[in-house]
């Protein structure tokens, strides 16, 4: 029976690596599957050996605390490869630790497959130049990812970006709108400050600020907050008590809140790409420790911290980074963009040049294809 490792960290990885394996099953209907990841995975069939998506951090030193840990799960995987000998390797995301696996891969001659690859596009074509070095096929879900992979020589496909085919509302706007009380002739304001409890505590009080702002200048305007699973609906109410806004906390449909909103504050992040397939307007905004802030500084090599903006190589849509992010500061360029209809009409043709480049729908499925090839089992 065909073997096939899998290896996911963040809750994110874990998803997008069940949903690849639900169609690798379609195309082989005997397969086998150990790896590490977490309940996505496992409910997909996959023996995990360890779950790590609770661990999930930002930023360098953050994850400096998960080293000792790590390496002990990379020995793990090593006795592993030797003694299960799987056929392919499919590696989502998770790039620090997912590059040392790959090279843990390359020692046992085990071909492996990266899917949400290291971010060599941002980090400076070093991380391009190891894959290629370990032989390792590059799944690409970005135009110019796929270009820095190919430069830097490796093995690269560029499959799309499997958002294209996740984006999708659970609910009408109608019924979403009558479900959750909302009036279509007010401006909707959406705040997305994150799914990590770091990003809540960085952003969560510039956006409220923000809102106390932005609703001095409008009379009818509501404000919709979805809350993620991981996310304390109890914590969010207690930060909302000291201002005076009356916000509605929405359990998960956070696209239903982006396809009806007029403007989105945002954490820099996959909402802002998610975002961008409804062309909903948006502020993104960006706050991590200084430390971590200054060593990505030196070695981030991008003018943009937003996807859109990268990818669509300008500044579509404002962001602000760290000591800008204030509620001042927010509300002026919500307020701004809010008071241009000719900006927004602008910023949602821009989005949508920039949904074009990333591809089209069945990314997930020339993932699945791409990994049994890869692994000569199809």
């Known amino acids: 029976m065909p073997k096939i490792m899998v290896i996911a960290g963040e809750v994110s990885g874990d998803m997008h690596a069940a949903k690849v394996i639900k169609e690798m099953k379609k195309l082989h209907s005997n397969l086998e599957f150990i790896g590490i990841g977490g309940r996505r995975m496992e409910s997909e069939g996959v023996e995990l050996i360890y779950d790590p998506t609770k661990l999930s951090t930002i930023g360098f030193i953050e994850a400096i605390k ?30 620090g630790f997912n590059m040392k696996v790959a090279k843990i891969a390359h020692k046992h001659r085990i071909p492996a497959v990266n899917y949400f690859a290291p971010s060599a596009w941002v980090w400076g074509k070093g991380r391009a130049k190891t894959m290629a070095k370990r032989q390792v096929k590059i799944a690409s879900v970005f135009p110019m990812e796929e270009k820095v992979y190919r430069q830097a020589g490796a093995d690269v496909e560029f499959v799309g970006h499997p958002i294209l085919d996740l984006v999708e509302p659970e609910l009408s706007k109608d019924k979403f709108q009558e479900s959750y009380d909302i009036n279509s002739d007010n401006r909707i304001i959406g705040l997305l400050p994150g799914s990590r409890q770091q990003e809540i505590e960085g952003l969560l009080t510039p956006m409220l600020e ?86 990505g500084k030196l070695l981030v090599k991008l003018p943009y911290i937003g996807l859109p903006n990268i990818i669509a190589e300008d500044e579509i849509v404002p962001e602000l980074l760290q000591d800008e992010v204030t509620g001042q500061r927010i509300a002026k360029e919500a307020i701004a963009i809010l008071n241009s209809p000719k900006r927004v009409e602008r910023i949602k043709a ?8 990333l591809g089209e729908s069945g990314a997930t499925k020339r993932v699945a294809s791409l990994v049994l090839s890869t692994g000569g089992i199809i």
């Open 350 to 357: 821009e989005l949508r040049d920039v949904v074009v480049k």
């Open 66 to 95: 998960h080293l000792k840990l790590a390496y002990k799960i990379l020995n793990k995987l090593d006795k592993a490869m030797k003694e299960e000998k799987p056929d392919v390797i499919l590696l989502v995301d998770y790039s």
């Open 210 to 295: 923000a809102a106390q702002e932005i609703k001095k200048s409008y009379e009818n305007i509501q404000f919709l907050l979805p809350l993620a699973d991981s996310i304390s609906r109890e914590d969010i109410k207690e930060r909302i008590e000291s201002y005076n806004l009356d916000i509605n906390l929405i359990a998960g449909h956070s696209y239903e809140v982006m396809e009806i909103a007029d403007l989105l504050l945002v954490a820099s992040g996959t909402a802002t790409l998610e975002a961008t397939c409804f062309q909903t307007p948006m502020v993104i905004v960006y706050k991590t420790s200084k430390t971590t802030y200054w060593l």
